[in-house]
């Protein structure tokens, strides 16, 4: 069974940084694609980030260089680093890993508040 278990959200003042853990268990997780959703309220879930088993990475376009994934493929974790955070930024982020199939995590909540 494919577990994914994110860590890491709260709330965070405009400016800070966070990162962000999600924990997989049940698959190959070597050659699994990560990514990170995320999901404002009343708007659609939207990527954010993905990389891939041989660490290429692709980013949203409202990215722009604050955020960086990662992943150590020894604890079968995939990171999301997450720095200049603004109120935009609030939101549900959830972890997805692509195989054969994906699955999703439950996500945590990322709050960007003064």
């Known amino acids: 069974q494919v577990r994914l278990v994110e860590s890491g959200g709260g709330l965070v003042q405009p400016g800070g940084s966070l990162r962000l853990s999600c924990a997989a268990s049940?698959?190959?997780?070597?050659?699994?694609?990560m990514s990170w959703y995320r999901q404002a309220p009343g708007k659609q879930r939207e990527l954010v980030a993905s990389?891939?088993?041989?660490?290429?990475?692709n980013y949203g376009d409202f990215v722009k260089g604050r955020f960086t994934a990662s992943r150590d493929n020894a604890k079968s974790t995939v990171y999301l680093h997450m720095n200049s955070l603004n109120p935009e930024d609030t939101a549900v982020y959830y972890c997805?890993?692509?195989?054969?199939?994906?699955?999703w995590g439950e996500g945590t909540l990322v709050t960007v508040s003064s």
């Open positions: 997805n890993a692509n195989t054969t199939m994906a699955y």
């Open positions: 049940g698959l190959f997780f070597r050659l699994a694609t």
């Open positions: 990389i891939t088993g041989s660490t290429s990475t």
